[in-house]
């Protein structure tokens, strides 16, 4: 079993940035790759930037490259997630989520909401 947690979301002005955190535990939670999905009212959970926690290995959503940063920190077990030049589109609620096969265990969310 892995437990995610994200924290980090808020409200901030158009250009601005976030950092998104996801603190997993489990016993194996080095063998997943881990990931950030984000989910906007009315829309389908979107993909968004994905890792392993060697750091040898992102991709990213082509709405977020070279925007936003996904990185990890194997010595707390976390992810995190560097936004910046924020645009409205990206509110959302933003998800942590972690693989073996399937993304198989997902965090509660953590909204983030970007102000024009």
């Known amino acids: 079993q892995v437990q995610l947690v994200e924290s980090g979301g808020g409200l901030v002005q158009a250009g601005g940035s976030l950092r998104l955190s996801c603190a997993a535990s489990?016993?194996?939670?080095?063998?997943?790759?881990m990931g950030w999905f984000r989910q906007a009212p009315g829309k389908e959970r979107e993909f968004v930037a994905a890792i392993t926690w060697s750091g040898r290995s992102r991709n990213y959503a082509d709405s977020v490259k070279g925007r936003f940063t996904i990185s990890t920190e194997n010595a707390k077990n976390t992810v995190y997630l560097q936004m910046n030049s924020l645009k409205p589109e990206d509110t959302a609620v933003y998800y942590c989520?972690?693989?073996?096969?399937?993304?198989?265990?997902w965090g509660q969310g953590t909204q983030v909401t970007i102000s024009s």
């Open positions: 489990g016993r194996t939670v080095s063998s997943y790759v």
């Open positions: 989520a972690a693989r073996v096969v399937g993304w198989d265990y």
